[in-house]
């Protein structure tokens, strides 16, 4: 009798469980798995996720249990193939102005972005420091030499991405404005939406940001610019997620 109402309490509490919770007391005793395993607790489970697919008599797949298996767990990450660009075969022409004013223009070689900036000057900010010794995957170079910005005026910025090998460029940043400055993190940016080639018509919304990393020089209506980073953290955040990413522009 007492086993009885034990399994008539444990029926009653497994309809409200989420999947999670349900999936957990299956590994509780060989006595709930089997309990949990019944295929009315998994409908209520694919009731709260997929109200209209319970209207059919039966699952469209085998149990109820194996469509949420399927549909509901994370899905894994997949190990990317090696991408078919380097950083050897990229060179980046970046270009800032401060109104009409050219104030930065350089050719960075691929390797020289991926490589960064290995050591952060002295006088940076300790959030800005931990940034860039951090181990997340970045692209910064140093400014050299330094420039002041003065915060009244509008402040612009554009890239572009050369393959080498092909001898083809892509737009990365067209002529955006650092129109938001954080000061707490002493970076200035920018951001634009990346162009894709028409053989990937389904992917959009991805944005390239760069950011201008500057120190307090006791001014502040100026910032002092040391480094450039460069980034795409909407969807790439390594070097062969940047690199297949890149690949897929929009290449003329």
């Known amino acids: ?57 039966n699952p469209p797949t085998l149990t109820f249990y194996k469509l949420y298996q399927t549909f509901y767990k994370r899905q894994k990450c997949r190990t990317l193939l090696p991408p078919r660009l ?14 009409d004013r050219l104030i930065f223009s350089e050719v960075v070689p691929g390797p020289v972005l991926q490589a960064g900036i290995k050591i952060p000057p002295p006088g940076i900010c300790d959030m800005l420091r931990f940034h860039l010794e951090g181990p997340e995957y970045k ?9 002041n910005v003065p915060l009244c005026q509008t402040v612009s910025v554009s890239v572009l991405v050369g393959r080498k090998d092909s001898n083809r460029v892509a737009c990365i940043i ?38 201008l ?8 209506g100026v910032i002092d610019v040391f480094g450039v980073e460069m980034d795409f953290c909407d969807a790439a955040n390594s070097k062969d997620e940047v690199l297949w990413l890149l690949d897929m522009l929009d290449w003329k």
């Open 86 to 99: 380097s950083f050897d075969d990229l060179e980046f022409f970046i270009d800032i102005w401060t109104e």
């Open 213 to 220: 990393l500057f120190m307090d020089d006791g001014n502040d």
């Open 139 to 147: 692209m910064t170079i140093p400014v050299e030499p330094r420039f």
């Open 1 to 57: 009798m007492l086993k009885m109402d034990y399994e008539e309490v444990l029926k009653a509490v497994f309809p409200l469980l989420d999947g999670v919770d349900l999936a957990s007391c299956m590994a509780v005793s060989k006595q709930w798995r089997d309990l949990a395993r019944d295929d009315y607790f998994w409908k209520c489970v694919c009731a709260k996720r997929w109200p209209s697919i319970c209207k059919r008599p």
């Open 174 to 211: 067209n002529k955006s404005i650092f129109d938001y400055i954080d000061r707490t993190a002493y970076r200035a940016l920018a951001f634009d939406y990346l162009d894709f080639s028409p053989d990937y018509p389904f992917i959009s919304g991805i944005r390239a940001w760069i950011s």
